[in-house]
């Protein structure tokens, strides 16, 4: 039996990620040969894609031009020629600062108002201005964009092979985070490491819809569908999800596939806008639950409640950690002496055998944890499994965005080795957003009757 109150909660806590743990690593597996597309060749044989970059401001954001050049390089680079350049903007300056630049600034019409808020309001725009040029029909596809996405010459091949192979009509790929890397906060920089190895999961979600999670960028969808379908869900932050589940109730299980195209984006540059953004996705899901059929809202209660108890199992563990090491460790230190002529003296022979003293034998809190009733089971194997699978997706996702960087290999083992020593801490600040943000939600919409500042859409600096 386990007789420390909170080990016992921490175990109980733990053993509730072990369906998760299985399920990640199920599709890490089976995903992988899919998750980035190789088989890639030019083949003329060319549809319309119109390239979307949805932004708040390109003259604020400068990174926008960043991402127009990178469609330009690239399309040139595999010889494909029949594409456009939209940027769709609420800011009039952005016709004047992209004037030099191939493509067309579409500005957002103070007046529009549809049933719709912030990025999804001009995404509706988008489509109604494509619905008068007569450009809302099966031969154009959009391929959406955020504003510091970057496309490379895979990107293209990608894309244009899943249109041409007619598996869907509409897909998606993984997104790395390698842009700006060195420039972001360094714990924000790292924690992205779990977003990356996240795509795994979406691979399965596109091939057997509805998806869970949907990316509002590197999301191809062909032009009529999105205008059948439409952005016009109401005052909600999560418009990427709710648009893949509606795409799935009109379209059916076969309308979505996997591209397998990468899309380069970059961290959130520091802690706030990290949590923000985090708060948004949360809130967001929240908002749209009661939206969905029961079976997809028990798994998107499923999910908020694993990160909603992953905040509460990791403040416990790591106040567990502290309370049964630190003792332990001043236990060795307790072998210094200090005196005002001498100043300190370690009697290194003690201080070494109080050392293998301690790695041997068994501290009383810290006995429950290796108590043959415990770690002498499978139990003790799954929640070992489900503890590898939570550091290895830390690991996969940390190499996945250096892969397409210039960082050199002694510090990409440098960091390798900071995500492992952090992991716990990285854990905590990916976890603390939502278990801060479902408190607000329920607070408001229970005490407040749903007025929530959740509409004052914050803009993570670029």
């Not at 019409?109 to 808020?117: G, M, Y």
């Not at 205008?227 to 076969?254: C, H, M, S, T, V």
Request: with cysteine; net charge positive.
């Amino acid at each position: 039996m386990i007789d420390n109150p909170a080990l016992l909660i921490a175990m109980i806590l733990w053993i509730f990620f072990i369906p998760n743990a299985v399920k990640l690593f199920y599709r890490f597996v089976r995903n992988n040969k899919q998750f980035i597309e190789k088989d890639l060749r030019r083949i003329p044989n060319d549809p319309k894609i119109i390239f979307q970059i949805t932004t708040k401001s390109a003259t604020k954001t400068s990174v926008v031009e960043r991402g127009i050049q990178s469609i330009i390089d690239s399309c040139k680079s595999t010889k494909y020629g029949k594409y456009e350049i939209l940027v769709v903007t609420e800011d009039p300056k952005d016709i004047k600062t992209l004037e030099s630049m191939p493509c067309k600034v579409l500005c957002v019409e103070k007046s529009f108002s549809p049933n719709a808020i912030k990025k999804a309001r001009a995404l509706q725009f988008a489509i109604e201005s494509r619905r008068k040029l007569k450009k809302q029909n099966s031969d154009h596809w959009i391929f959406h964009m955020d504003d510091e996405s970057y496309v490379v010459p895979q990107t293209i091949l990608s894309i244009l092979k899943f249109i041409r192979e007619k598996k869907g009509i509409a897909s998606e790929g993984p997104i790395f985070y390698p842009l700006k890397f060195e420039k972001a906060n360094r714990i924000t920089a790292l924690a992205e490491s779990m977003r990356a190895f996240g795509c795994f999961e979406c691979v399965t979600h596109m091939h057997n819809p509805p998806p869970i999670h949907m990316h509002g960028s590197n999301l191809l969808v062909r032009s009529d569908v999105e205008d059948k379908i439409g952005w016009e869900f109401g005052p909600i932050l999560a418009e990427d999800q709710r648009f893949g589940y509606e795409l799935f109730k009109k379209y059916g299980r076969n309308s979505m596939g996997w591209h397998g195209g990468i899309l380069l984006e970059q961290p959130p540059l520091d802690i706030k806008d990290h949590f923000m953004q985090r708060r948004r996705w949360v809130i967001g899901n929240l908002q749209n639950i009661e939206n969905f059929s029961r079976l997809f809202k028990a798994r998107l209660i499923y999910k908020c409640t694993s990160f909603f108890l992953g905040f509460v199992s990791g403040v416990i563990s790591l106040a567990l950690a502290f309370y049964i090491n630190i003792p332990k460790i001043m236990s060795v230190f307790s072998y210094a002496s200090f005196d005002w002529n001498n100043n300190i003296n370690f009697d290194l022979y003690l201080w070494f055998d109080r050392i293998v003293h301690i790695n041997s034998s068994y501290n009383e809190i810290f006995r429950p944890l290796f108590d043959i009733q415990v770690f002498d089971s499978t139990l003790a194997l799954i929640l070992l499994f489900s503890s590898t699978v939570w550091l290895l997706g830390y690991q996969v996702g940390l190499f996945l965005n250096l892969k397409y960087t210039r960082i050199g290999r002694s510090k990409r083992i440098s960091l390798h080795i900071q995500t492992f020593l952090l992991a716990p801490f990285l854990g905590l600040m990916e976890s603390f957003p939502a278990f801060y943000s479902i408190i607000e939600f329920y607070f408001f919409k229970l005490i407040r009757h749903n007025k929530l500042k959740s509409y004052d859409f914050y803009v993570v600096k670029k």
